[in-house]
């Protein structure tokens, strides 16, 4: 029961490094989700993916890159991270297709920018 | 475009007191509306979710919600505080465009349970 998988947990970076933060799903599910959870934002929504091979902006994309491998795999990439940019990461997923489904989240992933 | 505000980032309650989260949702028609608790150093899930099949929804841990289209909300109740249920509380709105499947959380509220 692996659920929504990510990797990895905990990373650290140096300003103008890259990284792909990687996740999987399980479950079948048609619909992806990256966020990012910062202390008094709640989770803003970076990327989304509604169904493989599509892709679309949330509120915060500015600085990342995605990419929805197949159904079961999307992954989130910085380019030149930024001290910004430390955060804890958040994957999920859910059925999708009526807007009605449960999201299931990942432990998430916590990065730090130095 | 669909926002959803949680007034009051922090609420401190009682145990046994009466426990009473607000969210107010944006949207251009009534959306789909969850309620999502993270207790610490966890990931989010699902405490209750309105579809249009009932105003009055329950869900898990004696937690409901009330969906109220002429005030835009989805407050949070729990009659009887627990000192379990302290934790982080999001509100979530999803439209009904199924075409696009974006899920918004509102910033969170932070509960606390005093003994």
């Known amino acids: 029961n692996a659920g929504v998988t990510q990797n990895p947990k905990f990373q650290v970076l140096k300003t103008g490094q890259s990284m792909t933060l990687q996740c999987a799903q399980d479950m079948n599910h048609n619909s992806m989700y990256w966020y990012r959870q910062d202390p008094g934002m709640g989770l803003r929504l970076i990327y989304y993916?509604?169904?493989?091979?599509?892709?679309d902006k949330g509120e915060v994309p500015n600085g990342y890159n995605v990419s929805r491998l197949n159904k079961r795999e999307f992954s989130l990439r910085l380019e030149s991270a930024a001290p910004s940019q430390t955060s804890v990461y958040f994957c999920?997923?859910?059925?999708?297709?009526?807007?009605?489904?449960?999201?299931?989240f990942g432990e998430g992933s916590r990065l730090t920018v130095l | 475009a669909q926002s959803v505000t949680q007034l009051g980032s922090h609420v401190s309650v009682s145990e046994g007191a009466l426990v009473l989260l607000r969210c107010n949702y944006s949207?251009?028609?009534?959306?789909?509306l969850f309620w999502y608790v993270q207790y610490p150093n966890q990931g989010l899930q699902l405490l209750l979710k309105?579809?249009?099949?009932?105003?009055l929804v329950k869900g898990i841990n004696g937690f409901e919600a009330e969906f109220k289209k002429s005030e835009t909300s989805f407050h949070l109740t729990k009659p009887s505080a627990h000192m379990s249920d302290a934790a982080e509380y999001f509100c979530?709105?999803?439209?009904?465009?199924?075409?696009?499947?974006?899920?918004?959380f509102g910033p969170g509220t932070s509960l606390s349970v005093i003994p």
């Open positions: 949207s251009s028609v009534p959306p789909y």
């Open positions: 993916s509604a169904s493989e091979g599509t892709t």
């Open positions: 979530a709105v999803s439209e009904r465009k199924t075409s696009y499947d974006k899920v918004i």
């Open positions: 999920a997923s859910r059925r999708g297709g009526q807007g009605s489904g449960e999201l299931f």
């Open positions: 309105y579809t249009s099949a009932a105003t």
